[in-house]
């Protein structure tokens, strides 16, 4: 488990304070009061204010960028964490109406652009490139998750989670579909992920047929010898026959 550091600076200072002027009803009746005069779209007029009228500004911020999303990650840690102890009715009923308010087309727009942005970078070598970094996030990632994800049913839940997705792929309009759509256009044109990355990957899962106990029906197990791209390995086994 990832100990607390007792640090001291802006947040920790706004903790102790926090702690002071909660107590006073007229505090928390302002704090309420701002909050429902968030207005989401001008965050857009925000942030084309930010990238246009101060370019030194907005190197600034731009380079606070990392502790501001390690602080709203550790805060979102500790939310989970919190809202695990809360009885299941009422956490998904909390979670269904925090879901409900979210605009699904602005997630969709923000994931989309952004992926689009990552995907149209070159691959770039040498210290402090992007993919170094990201090699580096994700070890720290993979340790802190399945640390914090404990014992539970990984291989249940992802079977929920594949289920759906499944069904949602082949309905015009969801994100999946889009997904698989694309993903099989950009395949035509460049086959060769698809012998050295897909097959791969996905070569041994297709030899051993469906999950044990749990295949899908009438669905036969691929032959051992022949992995995907139809071409035989070598020393795979007798031949049905030789031609003359």
């Known amino acids: 488990m990832r100990t607390e550091e007792q640090t001291k600076g802006l947040v920790d200072a706004a903790d102790r304070i926090l702690k002071q002027l909660i107590r006073t009803p007229e505090f928390k009746e302002s704090v309420i009061i701002l909050l429902r005069a968030v207005d989401p779209p001008a965050a857009r007029r925000l942030v084309r204010t930010l990238f246009w009228e101060d370019p030194a500004l907005l190197m600034s911020v731009l380079g606070t960028l990392p502790s501001l ?33 979210i605009d699904g087309a602005a997630a969709g727009e923000a994931a989309g652009r952004m992926a689009s942005t990552l995907l149209s ?50 309905t015009p309009g969801t994100a999946a579909h889009a997904l698989v759509e694309s993903f099989s256009r950009a395949a035509r044109e460049h086959p060769a992920f698809l012998r050295e990355v897909v097959g791969p990957l996905l070569g041994p899962l297709l030899e051993e047929g469906p999950a044990r106990g749990g295949g899908t029906s009438g669905a036969a197990p691929a032959k051992k010898g022949a992995p995907p791209g139809g071409k035989a390995r070598k020393g795979g086994g007798k031949t049905a026959g030789k031609e003359g």
């Open 69 to 101: 999303i390690n602080t709203a990650l550790e805060a979102l840690a500790e939310a989970a964490a919190q809202l695990g102890s809360m009885p299941p009715p009422l956490l998904g009923d909390l979670l269904g109406r925090i879901v409900s308010g």
């Open 121 to 170: 970078l070159e691959k770039r070598e040498g210290e402090g490139s992007l993919g170094e970094a990201l090699e580096r996030l994700r070890g720290g990632f993979s340790g802190a998750f399945q640390e914090s994800f404990g014992d539970g049913d990984l291989e249940a839940r992802l079977g929920s989670w594949m289920e759906r997705t499944a069904q949602a792929a082949v």
